[in-house]
């Protein structure tokens, strides 16, 4: 079974642009979420998606939104850049009936300058 | 609110030495228990888990945490270290009734020849 992928794998943006990650979970798995890892806060729950729906949100701004396609694919969307966006996006899946049993993409490594 | 501590930002052991990863956990209601591990540039890999049953749970490459309810502490070990162990190690918390998971700050695990 393919594990998750994210793409893309790396990005350079510049502040004030917007970004998009995307994140195609493992087959079978409707729940997606989406972590944030910085060196200073470490690892940061962002979001996360089930049936196309924002199921549970983390602390962060309006700027950092997201959404599930009915493949389960997910998407996620980051406005008007700050240089603390700098960051690893890591995108976890799960089986419904295992929900706290997450698995991980490699995550994209978003820089802003 | 759920919390994770883990005391050591790094823990140092020759090769062919015992290693003990140390993690303490807050939350309400029974604890769901998680070590992840990470090599540089890469996204979080799953080691093994507890949800209930045994306090001693066995995990991928030969490591094993002890689950100690009264001391609300989650230690991963590993009785023989090996150089390729070297890297980011993770404890992650949640409650099993969502996906997010609430994780330590990390303890980088270096294994010396």
């Known amino acids: 079974k393919a594990g998750v992928t994210q793409t893309p794998r790396y990005l350079i943006k510049t502040r004030g642009q917007q970004v998009t990650l995307s994140c195609s979970p493992i087959?079978?798995?409707?729940?997606v979420s989406w972590y944030q890892q910085t060196p200073g806060q470490g690892l940061q729950f962002l979001f996360e998606?089930?049936?196309?729906?924002?199921?549970n949100k983390g602390n962060f701004p309006g700027r950092f939104s997201g959404r599930q396609f009915s493949n389960s694919r997910s998407e996620m969307n980051v406005s008007t850049l700050e240089l603390g966006d700098s960051a690893l996006y890591l995108c976890?899946?799960?089986?419904?009936?295992?929900?706290?049993?997450?698995?991980f993409g490699p995550g994209t490594r978003l820089t802003v300058t | 609110a759920q919390s994770v501590a883990q005391p050591e930002d790094q823990v140092n052991v020759a090769e062919g030495n015992p290693l003990t990863v140390k993690c303490t956990y807050s939350?309400?209601?029974?604890?769901?228990l998680f070590w992840y591990v990470q090599y540089p540039n890469r996204g979080l890999q799953f080691l093994l888990k507890?949800?209930?049953?045994?306090?001693l749970v066995k995990g991928s490459y030969g490591f094993e945490a002890e689950f100690n309810k009264s001391q609300t502490s989650f230690h991963l070990k590993k009785p023989s270290a090996l150089v390729s162990d070297s890297a980011l190690y993770f404890c992650?918390?949640?409650?099993?009734?969502?996906?997010?998971?609430?994780f330590g700050t990390g303890t980088r695990l270096q294994v010396t020849l």
């Open positions: 976890a899946s799960s089986h419904l009936a295992r929900s706290y049993e997450q698995y």
């Open positions: 087959s079978g798995h409707r729940s």
């Open positions: 998606y089930f049936s196309e729906t924002q199921r």
């Open positions: 939350v309400s209601g029974n604890p769901y």
């Open positions: 507890y949800i209930t049953g045994d306090n």
């Open positions: 992650a918390v949640n409650t099993g009734t969502a996906s997010k998971l609430t």
